[in-house]
């Protein structure tokens, strides 16, 4: 019979890849935690219309990406392409609001997106989200900025570049819109069919746009820079001084715009060169009225979303420490000293220690080989003639020396070992 592969774009992460989702998931955990995060844990699954209201709905990932099914005919759900919109979801639901006036929130975990697959593209992927909901202090934007820097560097990246925008606000951004869609008018000839169709629906969308024609365009379009009410322009600056005090870089990129039209203020993208290219690494931003959006009172928010997979393959060989094999192999020879050395094995694991043994009664030699295989640090020799004599072999498997310990002391001894 033909075996039964993965669903293309979906995958498996294997052991020792496993080993560097955990090593960034534990440092995640430590740093956010440091910064006074929490962890929520989220449904997969949501009910469609929190994506169309909380992502919008001219956007490519509701337009054409999202996963979206009835449910017994019934209800539209949909299998959730990003963080953000459940975040706020489970924060409006639960009343997180209530409780304290700054909610700051984490949460990994695995998204979903059809898009076309290509080569590091999957369509369950998997993202760190951090989110702060709570008044729009610049130093709380700073704080989430260092955080995030602070956190990148603890896994092992280097060569970071921070890049900076500040969107404005209600009062100032629809001049700049205004100015964007004057702008796009005068010359639509030379946009793509998508950003042609995106002047009279999400005009801001164009800056993102990969057709090459649209992004030279964009290159010469108004900045936000220049539209900043005096409010927006004072907050932006108190972000970079705040920074500054840790001295952590950033160039200012105007054409950083990020398309959605529920950002506002601070925006931000960390890039890293990696095999001769700049990539990506995350993006974010404060969003003002995406709560009141989904239904909620008038509270601001700043959050980014990291790729995992991405992540994950940008962080040198080395960086993670590799965990060692077993502590100790058993090789057993014979039913007595099998029997003894099950109950030796499992006595030791339920003591936290690393052991493993074979159950099926090899050679000698076939076990050694296992065991050097599994890399592991010691090997105990254990036959029916040691049982009867009330001593094992037990072999340094690193020094390739071996002494010989009493049956008595054995679980003694290993502990020993194990401090
Ligand atoms: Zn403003
Ligand atoms: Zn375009």
């Not at 949460?107 to 993202?127: C, D, H, L, S």
């Not at 030699?365 to 592991?376: E, G, V």
Request: proline residues 4%; hydrophobic residues 40%; contains cysteine.
């Amino acid at each position: 019979m033909k075996i039964i592969t993965a669903v293309r774009g979906f995958k498996d992460i294997l052991p020792p890849e496993t080993d560097k989702w955990r090593h960034i998931e534990d440092t995640a955990h430590e740093v956010f935690r440091a910064f006074g995060f929490n962890e929520i844990r989220l449904p997969l699954l949501e009910k469609t219309e929190l994506f169309r209201r909380g992502i919008g709905e001219s956007t490519d990932i509701v337009e054409k990406e999202m996963y979206t099914f009835l449910d017994r005919g019934e209800e539209s759900l949909t299998l959730r392409p990003e963080a953000t919109a459940s975040v706020i979801r489970a924060y409006l639901e639960h009343s997180l609001h209530a409780a304290e006036s700054v909610t700051k929130l984490f949460t990994i975990g695995p998204m979903f997106r059809r898009e076309r697959p290509q080569k590091g593209r999957y369509r369950q992927f998997n993202q760190i989200d951090v989110e702060v909901l709570g008044p729009d202090d610049p130093r709380t934007d700073a704080e989430l900025i260092l955080m995030m820097i602070h956190f990148l560097r603890r896994i092992g990246l280097k060569n970071l570049n921070l890049e900076l925008n500040s969107l404005g606000c209600a009062q100032c951004r629809p001049a700049f819109r205004d100015a964007i869609v004057t702008f796009l008018r005068g010359s639509e000839e030379n946009l793509c069919g998508d950003c042609r169709r995106r002047i009279g629906t999400n005009p801001l969308r164009v800056f993102d746009c990969k057709v090459e024609q649209c992004g030279e365009l964009v290159s010469q379009a108004p900045n936000m820079a220049d539209f900043l009410c005096p409010e927006c322009r004072e907050h932006f600056e108190k972000v970079q001084s705040s920074l500054s005090l840790f001295q952590i870089s950033c160039k200012i990129n105007p054409k950083m715009v990020r398309g959605l039209d529920y950002y506002t203020r601070t925006t931000f993208e960390v890039t890293t060169e990696f095999l001769g290219a700049q990539n990506a690494i995350l993006g974010g931003g404060r969003y003002d009225h995406l709560v009141q959006e989904l239904g909620g009172p008038d509270i601001s928010g700043i959050g980014f979303a990291i790729g995992f997979e991405r992540l994950a393959s940008l962080i040198p060989e080395g960086e993670t420490d590799t965990p060692a094999g077993p502590l100790l192999f058993i090789a057993a020879l014979g039913d007595r000293a099998l029997g003894n050395a099950f109950s030796l094995c499992n006595r030791l694991r339920m003591k936290g220690i690393r052991v493993d043994m074979d159950y099926g009664g090899r050679s000698l030699k076939s076990q050694m080989k296992r065991a050097n295989k599994l890399n592991s640090a010691f090997t105990l020799i254990l036959g029916d003639r040691e049982i009867d004599e009330n001593r094992a072999l037990l072999r340094n498997m690193i020094a390739s020396t071996q002494e010989e310990v009493g049956l008595d002391e054995l679980e003694e001894t290993i502990m020993k070992i194990a401090r």
